[in-house]
């Protein structure tokens, strides 16, 4: 179901209850047809749940329009709670369209964990602006960006990132102002940190050199820190559940 396909994630078999613990009122899931995977995913919301009897959700959409559902349909689900992936299987078992489309599933037997290591990674092909900046000695206060460059961001976590470009950033240089566009639950927004150079290599490929850094992100605010931690979470889940 939930194959291991990171090295930085473990996989672990529980029963219901950690189930009931995560199935609250209002968490998202992802629906998969299990007999249909080619399909695609499906997003839902957890009306409520009674542990060992079922699971009320939303009834699924696509374009728009709530998806016709049978008795019996089976469904790999899967949801992201706290640093855990969890996936288990289902079954439709009631279909109502009032007061408004809603969904009976068979609770699960069966759940299985993904736990997420704080470093995870994930890859990206993210075009990204690089400023090359520096401290001032004396205050302490970064300095107006000396260069810009056009990068290229290949990976990402919570604390750092990969970025690789075609000139060489000064040798003098040890921070880097990052920014991107991300497109976090359907929208674009800006995101850009500041980060210390932590590594660097040279990198050839169809024969143009690449330089390679990896960088730590520094300073980071509430608000920047909740959507790099969202953006990551949401690429995470969509490269442990593709196919």
């Known amino acids: 179901m939930l194959a291991q396909k990171k090295s930085n994630v473990s996989a672990s078999r529980n029963s219901d209850n950690a189930a009931h613990c995560a199935l609250q009122a209002g968490i998202e899931l ?13 997003k839902v919301t957890v009306i409520g749940y009674v542990e060992g009897k079922s699971l009320l959700i939303t009834a699924p959409t696509m374009d728009g329009r709530v998806m016709l559902l049978r008795e019996g349909q089976q469904f790999i689900v899967r949801l992201l709670s706290g640093k855990q992936i969890i996936g288990f299987d289902s079954e439709v078992t009631k279909v109502y369209n009032n007061p408004f489309p809603y969904v009976h599933l068979k609770p699960p037997r069966e759940i299985q964990q993904q736990v997420v290591r704080n470093a995870y990674r994930v890859s990206l092909n993210l075009i990204a602006t690089v400023y090359a900046v520096e401290r001032d000695e004396e205050s302490s206060e970064l300095n107006k960006p000396s260069c810009t460059f056009a990068a290229k961001l290949s990976n990402m976590s919570t604390t750092g990132c990969q970025f690789k470009v075609l000139k060489k950033l000064p040798e003098t ?18 995101l850009q940190l500041n980060a210390i150079i932590r590594s660097y290599r040279n990198l050839e490929i169809n024969n143009k050199k690449w330089h390679v850094y990896g960088v730590e992100f520094v300073e980071v605010n509430d608000n920047t820190r909740l959507l790099l931690n969202c953006f990551v979470y949401e690429k995470l889940v969509q490269e442990l559940f593709k196919d």
């Open 30 to 42: 992802q629906l998969q047809f299990f007999d249909e995977p080619s399909r695609g995913r499906f």
């Open 173 to 190: 240089n040890k921070e880097v102002i990052l920014s991107t566009k991300v497109t976090l639950v359907e929208q674009s927004r800006m």
